[in-house]
T-cell receptor, first 111, second 114 residues
Framework: KNQVEQSPQSLIILEGKNCTLQ??????????LRWYKQDTGRGPVSLTI?????NTKSNGRYTATLDADTKQSSLHITASQLSDSASYIC??????????FGTGTRLLVSP | DAMVIQNPRYQVTQFGKPVTLSCSQT?????MYWYQQKSSQAPKLLFH???????NEADTPDNFQSRRPNTSFCFLDIRSPGLGDAAMYLC?????????????FGPGTRLTVL
């Protein structure tokens, strides 16, 4: 069964600290993996999209990694800011198939 | 700026009263999607259009219908909303096939059913 699991479910960190969110998937075949940021009451916004051959991709203070062999991805946030408080959703695509969404990690950055 | 626009942002309707949600895009993407997202859950795909071709998910209730009169606009019609239909409804677009093109989401419409 195609699934995407994220951990932790929720996380609280102090402003300025780093954190890493995890994503494990069983989607096959694999086409690409995306990380989205979703602010409360808003639509998801794309942070990164990685294909099979990409191991790491950065977008400002966000760095995503992908290990296609172990089917794991992580999203690392550096020097967190209050505006980073949001849900982070990992989404995996199997090509022509529809996207498989994780349930997200809710991050709260505390002052 | 090119974008995905949803109107209204907040919609209140009564139990059983039909409601229509609207989505428009300036990206000229050929694929448009409707998702339902309930609190603390992942978005759930209801259906999508590839150009004029309509693709309904197997578990989407008959209560939900969609129209795409042209490339730019797509509507979600809920014929008889129930309390369980209260959710955030997200419209998204992509260029190309479902899994290949990056999806761009609108800000969503929060539907409340009284």
């Amino acid at each position: 069964k195609n699934q995407v699991e994220q951990s932790p479910q929720s996380l609280i960190i102090l402003e300025g600290k780093n954190c890493t969110l995890q994503c494990n998937y069983t989607v096959s075949p694999f086409s690409n993996l995306r990380w989205y940021k979703q602010d409360t009451g808003r639509g998801p916004v794309s942070l990164t999209i990685m294909t099979f051959s990409e191991n790491t991709k950065s977008n400002g203070r966000y760095t995503a990694t992908l290990d296609a062999d172990t089917k794991q991805s992580s999203l690392h946030i550096t020097a967190s800011q209050l505006s980073d408080s949001a849900s982070y959703i990992c989404v995996v695509s199997g090509g022509f198939q529809k996207l498989v969404f994780g349930t997200g990690t809710r991050l709260l950055v505390s002052p | 700026d090119a974008m995905v626009i949803q109107n209204p942002r907040y919609q209140v309707t009564q139990f059983g009263k039909p409601v229509t949600l609207s989505c428009s895009q300036t990206l000229n993407h050929n694929v448009m999607y409707w998702y339902q997202q309930k609190s603390s859950q992942a978005p759930k795909l209801l259906f999508h259009y590839y150009d004029k071709d309509f693709n309904n998910e197997a578990d989407t209730p008959d209560n939900f219908q969609s129209r795409r009169p042209n490339t730019s606009f797509c509507f979600l019609d809920i014929r008889s909303p129930g309390l369980g239909d209260a959710a955030m409804y997200l419209c998204a677009t992509s260029r190309g096939f479902t899994g290949e093109g990056e999806q761009f989401f609108g800000p969503g419409t929060r539907l409340t059913v009284l």
